[in-house]
């Protein structure tokens, strides 16, 4: 692209028309979401049942999977880091994009303090009659790595890559919380909570990315390419649609004494709902992305 056609004079190439509102529906929607989890699944005996049921639940299914997952806990922080920073570091230096680089830096680190910050300050779990660790654990760290590390690629590249990159991206932070939950790590609400203070954090530094460079970030009109296929959407749509459908029945043929006659249903039921709150994450951020990626003169 020719510095003629970067959008550098006035009004020459900008964000979708209203696309800051929906940035800023989309950070509320999170801070709700976030409320809610806590209300939910920690303050309420049926929100606590749910998800400490899933937790007991993943010790009758930890095996040879659960000592994979576990080594891929371990080295969790070493991959989402290396990748964050190869890219990040690739981009900022080939491209120019240090302003944007600049603001997912501090965004990932402000996602991840706020993690722990959450973790040391929220209050313990309430007594509500459900046997449980009262130490609360709300939200996962490991989830909030992996995912905000996912979301700053995410954010570093041109619109043409976000939706393959998000379906990659949402896929490796799904995997992350359902391995948290196979270790008795995390409850499956503690995964969801992660995925939603990094759409907190994020989605305000997206509207700020879009702010420091429109041009790498307008999606030229007509072009078409592969990691921006309609695939790459309907594929985490439907992968969804499969995991709300899994939970239902999983919830609704769970017996009376499940997680004490060798039931696993809860614990399916919660590795659904991480699905189903990633891929619905990953759906929103590119549908969020792309619509503010189309130009406007």
């Known amino acids: 692209m020719t510095s003629s056609s970067q959008g550098r004079s006035p009004g020459a190439v900008r964000p979708a028309r209203g696309s800051g509102f929906l940035f800023f529906l989309g950070t509320g929607a999170c801070i709700a979401g976030l409320v809610a989890t806590f209300i939910f699944f920690v303050r309420t005996t049926t929100g606590q049942f749910i998800d400490e049921s899933a937790l ?3 010790v009758g299914i930890h095996g040879p999977a659960g000592k994979v997952s576990t080594q891929f806990l371990d080295m969790l922080p070493t991959i989402s880091l290396v990748m964050a920073a190869v890219v990040v570091l690739a981009l900022s230096i080939i491209k120019h994009r240090w302003r944007a680089a600049a603001i997912v830096v501090a965004a990932c680190i402000g996602a991840n303090l706020a993690t722990q ?6 209050p313990a ?3 509500v009659g459900v046997v449980t660790i009262a130490l609360n654990s709300l939200p996962s760290g490991h989830t909030t790595l992996a995912a905000s590390a996912a979301a700053a690629v995410f954010l570093m590249v041109s619109p043409r890559w976000r939706p393959l990159v998000g379906f990659i991206g949402g896929t490796y932070a799904i995997i992350t919380g359902a391995s948290t939950v196979l270790n ?3 409850r499956p609400a503690d995964v969801v909570a992660a995925f939603l203070m990094v759409g907190i954090f994020m989605i305000p530094a997206g509207w700020l990315v879009f702010r420091t460079g429109p ?3 307008i999606r030229q009109p007509g072009s078409k390419h592969f990691g ?8 985490p749509t439907a992968l969804g649609i499969l995991a709300a459908l899994a939970a239902a029945y999983a919830l609704a043929t769970v017996g009376n004494d499940a997680t004490t006659d060798g039931s696993t249903n809860y614990f399916w039921a919660g590795t659904a709902l991480i699905v189903i709150a990633g891929y ?3 759906v929103t951020m590119t549908a969020l992305f792309g619509y503010a990626a189309r130009p406007r003169r």
């Open 56 to 58: 007991s639940e993943a």
């Open 117 to 122: 910050v959450l973790k040391e300050f929220l």
């Open 125 to 127: 779990r309430p007594d």
């Open 184 to 186: 008795q790590w995390h």
């Open 215 to 217: 041009a790498w970030n």
């Open 228 to 235: 921006s296929a309609a695939l790459w959407t309907l594929l």
């Open 280 to 282: 619905l994450s990953t």
